[in-house]
């Protein structure tokens, strides 16, 4: 029996090593009658007798070698005897009221916290004997709250676990071996939670998963769920305790849901752990749900203010970019480990459509991804490249990730810069955009100079890409960056001057973004104090120069760009100019490039061209220091000197012959009053010809200079509208004397014309500024002078460009460039004119000098304007072969007569008939002979549009507006084919938009805003021109002279106007110009210029017929109405063109359809909360589509008459195919009209001889474009199977086994499909053209390919639809072997147009075979299959005589025995059942 005794506590601090922690045992004393000491000598003495020494003076308790053995001994001695368990908890309880008592029994025998397994302390010993644990388990949560205070809540620092006691206790209740009464045991302990104070709460909730069972999972997943209501912030031990648990499903997703409402209460310390915890819990199952709502509830603390933080850098930011941090930390670990949350993410972001559901964190989200791995890149790059371009990844949303949060996205620097490479790359212009604007953000956040040094060398490599759009759009960022931060880039110069080596491939345009970079840099380095010593200006200026002294003109044009680019940096007014004697001024250095530049120039006629237009452009632009602007008047100011002569009375002096040309004044609007005229004929015929060539430019820098000298007037050179031009004599255009003119002097004659012409472009280019309405310093009375002689300047240049194609189509001459070609420095460009040869330096001064007269006029003023400037147009590189072939000649020059005589005489009987006939005026036709070299006329600037808007206040002998119509149709054509420049930017350009790559530098936005008044004039001519071609009135020949002239143009008799071909070509130009402008990407944008557009357009009485059918009918004033009206006036002019013009009305067919593309884009442009627009154009499309239908199915059932074709059907089969398509696309059911024209009206006409007068219906169904319905009805077929199969495909992976009648109605549609190309292959037995079988060859291959796409749906379905599935093969069966048959006759007879498209036919025909045989081998549905081989037989059925057969076996499910195939014949792919 132990003793009991006590000791007295030592006074000095117990020796670590031997003294006891903790003052000796007591044992409690009773009040009453000592009970309570007999229970606890009763339970002393029961442990004694199992080997444990209660009262150990040295410390914790003594327990026995073999614990074990202690644990039996009380188990069986409780188990046998109630009372003596009774006494010993009761001893047991009175023993641990001391705290010292409960902690010497809580510690380990050799006083350690962390007990191992052979020195655990008495506790746990008792805990693990089952007749007591559940008392002493209460027993010990009992005590719990008596030890709840020892730690002050605003303690920051906890007791150590051996002088914890609470902690001791919760540490005993964990890892038991057992729990004998597990639901009471944890009922009781989440009693004593929830009122645990916060700490021991925290304790507890994450030692949860150790101390209770899993059967007790769900009581204690409730209990945590209340106290998480009641007290938030416990989330984080909770959620390791859900982590630990071994949950089932359903609790799982209960968990789930708890975590999920916490996101939006959660503090954002805790967020990590939170999505960390939701993330790496994600199943196939609920991974949808975990991602929708994060990405609904998870917003970053701090949305930092883009403008504020640009000046104001944030202090007390740490903690949150800390904070933040960790989130993104915490998705990014996550991402890593769970694939399935990447997929379910692109998913989730994929199915967003509108812009206002995506938000800050899907950036960041995509940002993660792509920094996680390689595999998944490409497809987050076309994920984030969408949701730019559909506009719902905007720059204020990157601007939240970045601007002020440096050390948050510092760490995924690279990864936004690949997003910003992989963008700038893009095709659509939005998506590079995005990515300049990425650029931008990154180089200005990132201040430090690796990350700087990392985006100015991916800026360096798109400009290396030789990519267009790619290289301009790297350029515009160094642009801006050189504007805004030239500073920060000096310093890293040398990362920036590899762009220099990628100069050759630049064109213009990009030339000037880089030497604009380079100028900024250089400008800033001469005038700041900090980089004075800086090589960058004088290494920009040596490469400048360099380049304008090299003879090449593809280098000199460089240098010019660049020496132009730092004068207009170096003389703006607006720079400081240095005063340093050691240095020369930005002025002096400016003029003194001026100079360099101009004199090397004078070398090459186009390079003083490119210098005139450059200069222009700069003076346009910028205010240039005065200095700078007296050295160009000056120079411009020789402009009288060499291009004009002296009148006397409007009559010159003396008559002189010019190589034999008598000249004579053309076109002079002054009369009398005229003091000069402009020496064409004179330079033209001397040495000094070339000088001609840089007149038009010479010009246009002139009225520039004028303008900014008298604030936009030219008041100053007005004389130079109305003054003649000194051309060859008018009798040389009659037939006896043309035919009496050499070679040389033919050619003579047609380039002064040509120079003529351009004068009188850049006439209008200048004074219709002064009529435009940009200036308001002229007079009522002086505009209307102004716009009475551009009228008749206009006439001049109709009249001169007609005589012009004409001379050139009976002397062809390749004419001398006057607009430099500027589109791309390494295109080949034709340096000299043919006529001049080449240009020395020594020739300047004569031609300066010869033509010199009395300067009547002097230009020195100079101030500022917004004229656009000329650029350069694209280069054709084609051209010269053209015009050979064409029989034009391109030598140097014509010195030798014998030869011209010869090519004079060779060409007689072509040019003898010319003048004999009258000469059309037909503007633009497209086989003009002058229209192959349009490209190098000098370009119509805008401004000369507003003549279309000008009233006709002149006289008239009658009120004729179709005479006026040469006039509009000119400008007109013109604007047509600038609209073709921006139609379709990044595409090489036709010959017809040549003339308007001057307006490169132009945006789309500005170039609309300047043509938008034009718009009712367009439909003033419309009317004008359809209303005198539904008439049939000629024209008043009368008033075509008086008009020609009142212009003082020479009276040539037979030039003639030709009303109908006039008035047709108006009506195309602005039908053409009309569909291109709906379809612009920006007009469509823009509402308030569609509007304007739409509402020029209206038919001419109220739109009351034509909206009656749509309910409810639009409001007037709304987008919709002005498209129904529109509709409505394009409609009722392809009604009114039915009664006499075929090409009339299929052009405003084609009208109607560029109107209902544009609804169609429109709607798909409407953003979400558009959506009451969106509804209102929804009710007009069907009624749309409808028109537009039933209107061609009027062109194509039309009986037209030999009248109203023009030519009959010949070369209309283009016509009729567009036509065809547009019935096809728009009728009610494109399958079933399929199949009628297919089955039903094709094989009437094909076994008939196709006579002109029958009639099947539709009258455009002949001969002549027999071939060009086959062709659409095989394409569209093609079309309407390949969507077919598409919806069949994504209907079966989005809903596996569909409903039977879905299934059923499917394979209908496809039968159709099958009737259709089956019905076009047979047709090749009774027709027989080469054309035709290649056809059927090439689209039956590829209807095949298609229809094996859905095989694997046919096989699924194939059990309950396999009489069905059967009937399609055998269908198809038919027209497989017709194709085998085509091929075999092909390569017999040799036909080069079938043969070439034999392989890839043959190899669908086989793999559609072996997927017959495995579809009806796989599938047990009793049928057999076989497979041989074809007879040799020819399209008629007939066996060929020369092959021997072999096999007799039937290779079909209906062919005969008799009708196997010989051996020699391919397998065919005609696979064969037959149901037993």
Known sequence: MVLLHNQNPSRKRPSSSFGPPFPPAKIPKSRNDGVAVDAVERMVSILAEGGCTLINPLGAPSLPADPYKLRRYLSGLFSSSSEDRSLFLSGFSSYIQSSSNLRRVLISSDGSSFAPTRSESLVRHLLLVAPIQFDLQIMLLEKLPEYFDIVSGDSQTLLSLEDDVARLIIN?????????????????????????????????????????????????????????????????????????????????????????????????????????????????????????????????????????????????????????????????????????????????????????????IDIWLLVLLYT????????????????????????????????????????????????????????????????????????????????????????????????????????QVMA????????????????????????????????????????????????????????????????????????????????????????????????????????????????????????????????????????????????????????????????????????????????NSYCGLEGELWMNLDGEISPICLNILPLASSSQSACLQFLPAN?????????????????????????????????????????????????????????????????????????????????????????????????????????????????PVVLPQLHLQVEHCGSTLINQPNHVGNMEKKNEPKMTHECTSPNKRKHKKIAKTSTPGTDGKLHQPTLMDVLRKAGVETSQEMTNEVSSKERTSASVDRQSHVFNESVLIEVSPPAQALESQKFRFRPLLLECFSILTFSKNHDSCCS?????????????????????????????????????????????????????????SLKRNLDIAFCSLKEGNETCQEHWNIQSAAAHNPDIINLVPSKSSISTMVYKEVLHSFSKMLNLPEVQRNKSVLSDLLEAFQPNETLDAGASDVQPCPSPGTIEYSYLGACSFVESILHAACSFSFILASEALFTLESAVTSVLNVVDKLEGDDVNIQSRFNQILPFLRGKLGSSAQKLLKHKWDDENLENGWKN????????????????????????????????????????????????????????????????????????????????????????????????????????????????????????????????????????????????????MHNEVIILLVKELQKATRTIQTLCSEAKGLKQTAITGKIPATKRSLERFLFRVKALLHTTSSGCTFWMGNLKHKDLRGQVVSSQAYVDDRNDSIDQDPEDVDPPVIVATASGNSETD
């Open 372 to 475: 996680n791995g390689e595999s998944m890149r490409k497809s987050i790059e076309k994920v984030f490249k969408k949701k730019v371009i559909e506009g719902c990844i905007q720059e204020v949303m990157l601007d939240q990730c970045i601007y002020g949060n440096k050390e948050l996205a510092k760490e995924y620097f690279l990864s936004l810069l690949s997003l910003s490479e992989y963008l700038l790359a893009c095709k659509e212009q939005k998506a590079r955009d995005f990515g300049i604007y990425m650029y931008t953000l990154l180089f200005e956040e990132f201040a430090d100079t690796y990350s700087r040094q990392e985006v100015l060398g991916a800026l360096v490599t798109h400009v290396g890409s030789g990519v267009k759009s790619e290289v301009s759009s790297a350029l």
């Open 480 to 655: 801006s960056l050189a504007t805004k931060h030239a500073q920060e880039l000096i310093p890293l110069s040398s990362h920036i001057n590899g762009i220099l080596d990628y100069l050759e491939g630049l064109t213009v345009e990009n030339l000037h973004k880089v030497y604009e970079v380079f100028s900024h840099m250089a400008l800033l380095a001469r005038s700041s104090s900090d980089c004075f010593g800086s090589s960058i200006a004088n290494e920009l200026l040596i490469i400048v120069q360099k380049q304008v002294s090299h003879p090449d003109l593809k280098y000199k044009k460089m240098g010019l760009i660049g020496i132009l680019k730092i004068v207009s940096c170096l003389g703006d007014a607006s720079n400081v100019t240095l005063s340093s004697p050691f240095q020369k001024s930005n002025t002096e250095e400016a003029l003194e490039l001026l100079e360099t530049s101009l004199e090397s120039c004078k070398q090459l006629c186009l390079s003083l061209i490119f210098f005139y237009d450059e200069l222009t452009a700069i003076l346009e632009s910028r205010t240039l220091h005065t200095v700078i602007v007296d050295w160009i008047g000056k120079h411009v100011g020789e402009f009288e000197s060499i291009f004009l002569s002296d009148l006397d009375g409007g009559q010159l002096p003396s008559r």
């Open 172 to 360: 005993h209740l964990r890892w038991l071996d057992f729990v004998v009464d597990p639901s009471s045991f944890t009922d009781k302990l989440m009693q004593v939670l929830s009122i645990c104070p916060l700490h021991l709460k925290k304790e507890i909730i994450g030692s949860l998963p150790e101390i209770v069972g899993d059967q007790n999972n769900k009581t204690v997943i409730d209990s945590l769920e209340q106290m998480l209501h009641e007290d938030p912030s416990i989330i984080v031990p909770v959620l390791d305790s859900f982590s630990n648990f071994n949950l089932d499903d359903q609790l799982q997703e209960q968990v789930i849901t708890i975590a999920l409402s916490c996101i939006r209460t959660i503090d954002a310390e805790q967020m990590p752990c939170l999505l960390r915890f939701l993330l790496l819990s994600a199943t196939q199952v609920n991974v949808r749900r975990i991602i929708s709502q994060i990405r609904e509830h998870l917003k970053f603390l701090s949305v930092p203010n883009t403008h504020t933080l640009q000046k104001n850098k944030l202090k007390g930011k740490l903690l949150v970019d800390n904070t933040e941090a960790s989130i993104l930390d915490a998705l990014r670990s996550s991402l890593q480990f769970k694939s399935i949350l990447c997929q379910e993410i692109l998913k989730e972001l994929n199915g967003l459509e509108k812009p206002r559901d995506h938000k800050i």
């Open 699 to 811: 010009f246009h820098l002139l009225s520039a200079v004028e303008r900014l000298t008298n604030q936009g007037s030219l008041g100053g050179i007005d004389a130079l509208l109305g003054c003649p031009l000194l051309l060859p004599s008018s009798k040389y255009y009659s037939e006896a004397e043309w035919l009496s003119l050499t070679g040389k002097q033919k050619q003579i004659i047609s380039l002064c014309l040509y120079y003529a012409v351009n004068w009188l472009r850049e006439l209008l280019n200048a004074f219709c500024t002064q009529v435009a309405g940009r200036f308001e310093f002229t007079s009522q009375s002086t505009k209307e002078d102004i716009t009475l002689k551009l009228l008749k300047r206009l006439r001049n240049l109709v009249f001169l460009e007609s005589l012009l194609n004409h001379s050139i189509r009976m002397c």
């Open 1212 to 1359: 209309k089969g283009e016509i009729v195919q567009k036509i065809l398509r547009i019935h096809l696309e728009y009728t009610e059911s494109t399958a079933d009209l399929l199949d009628e024209l297919a089955c039903t009206i094709l094989p009437q006409v094909s076994c008939t001889t196709m006579a002109e007068d029958e009639d099947y219906g539709y009258p455009t169904l002949c001969s002549a474009t027999f071939l060009s319905w086959y062709h659409v009805l095989f394409e569209v077929n093609l079309t309407v199977l390949d969507k077919l199969v598409k919806e069949v495909v994504h209907l079966e992976k989005c809903r596996p086994g569909f409903q039977p009648e879905n299934v059923h109605t499917h394979l209908i549609k496809m039968q159709k499909n099958v009737n259709v190309v089956v019905a076009l292959v047979n047709m090749c037995r009774t027709y027989d053209k080469v054309t035709l079988h290649a056809m059927a060859v090439k689209y039956g291959g590829k209807f095949i390919d298609s229809f094996l796409k859905a095989f694997d749906f046919l096989q699924v379905h194939f059990q």
């Open 960 to 1016: 004729d507006p179709v005479a006026e119509l040469p006039l509009y149709l000119y400008l007109i054509h013109d604007l047509h084919c600038k609209l073709d420049y921006f139609a379709a930017p990044g595409k090489q350009c036709s010959s017809r938009s040549l003339s308007s790559v001057a307006f490169t530098r132009m945006t789309l936005d500005e170039f609309l805003s300047k043509i938008r008044p034009l718009f009712p």
